[in-house]
């Protein structure tokens, strides 16, 4: 009687014990209601990461979050307001959109093409294409310790940039007043003078600047950019730990150059001259 009774309990408890379920989705923790619209705190985290650091810091505090929240809720609310006069119906809102798709779409191209830019350069240095001994840049360094000094004008065709060389020739000290009425780059101006190791400059340049006289005027030099008149204003010789990571950086540019080079003969490239 005693055992049956035990079996009877058992049995009662096993009834009433809650059968497992299936594991049950949670909702999203809603933080505010505008109408028919929810916001998430996931809404919420979203937007705080659009802040400045600052801004975020204050958000994340009793008083900061309040504000977040209110901001977010008037801008549901002008929604639904914009909305309900099918205000995203009109003309005008149906225009700026796509004026900004495809603006987004100008944006997602060029990070396309980006991308697979750095992948490409990425797996060419990976593959060792690209990559430079200290033998290359100790035999670099022996032939190019130095840098040098220029200031230049660019010009935008050849008959002024003929007669700008004239008057500098004659009159170095007017480099400045011939800059600033001539050039065609006024950042090369505001920059006046800047320096390069061999390797780092348009190589005619890099000619004309090695075997100039420091002071001396030169030009007109025509490259893709324009017609360029440089005068050299000095040079100095680098230590080995100053030009290092420059030449690491030119020799590696020069072996990417060269497949370049083998991919031009690959794939026809033509360029065409407007100015000729």
């Known amino acids: 009687m005693k055992k049956g009774f035990i079996i009877f309990l058992l049995m009662l408890a096993a009834w009433g014990c809650p059968k497992p379920q299936a594991e049950q989705t949670t909702a999203p923790e809603v933080a505010a209601r505008i109408g028919n619209v929810t916001v998430s705190q996931e809404d919420v985290e979203a937007r705080l990461r659009l802040l400045s650091a600052e801004d975020r810091k204050f958000a994340q505090t009793p008083m900061g979050r309040q504000n977040l929240l209110n901001i977010i809720a008037r801008e549901k609310l002008i929604a639904l307001a914009a909305k309900e006069e099918k205000l995203d119906e009109s003309d005008v809102y149906l225009t700026l959109m796509e004026d900004k798709r495809a603006q987004l779409d100008e944006i997602y191209e060029e990070y396309a093409t980006q991308t697979l830019e750095q992948i490409w350069y990425d797996k060419l240095k990976e593959n060792g294409q690209l990559e430079v001994t200290d033998k290359e840049i100790a035999e670099y360094y022996k032939k190019y310790p130095y840098e040098m000094t220029v200031r230049q004008i660019i ?90 990571p420059r030449i690491r950086t030119v020799l590696e540019n020069k072996k990417l150059d060269a497949v370049l080079e083998a991919l031009q003969n690959k794939y026809e490239v033509v360029i065409y001259d407007k100015n000729e």
């Not at 050039?183 to 505001?190: C, G, K, Q, T, W």
């Open 155 to 244: 010009l935008d065709n050849a008959q002024t940039a003929d007669q700008v060389l004239r008057t500098l020739k004659a009159s170095p000290s007017k480099w400045n007043t011939m800059a600033k009425q001539y050039s065609v780059a006024p950042e090369v101006i505001r920059s006046d003078k800047f320096s390069f190791m061999p390797g780092e400059f348009i190589p005619s340049l890099e000619v004309i600047a090695a075997t100039s006289a420091s002071g001396s005027v030169q030009g007109f030099i025509k490259t893709p950019q324009g017609f360029h008149i440089i005068m050299k204003t000095g040079e100095k010789r680098l230590s080995r730990k100053e030009a290092e």
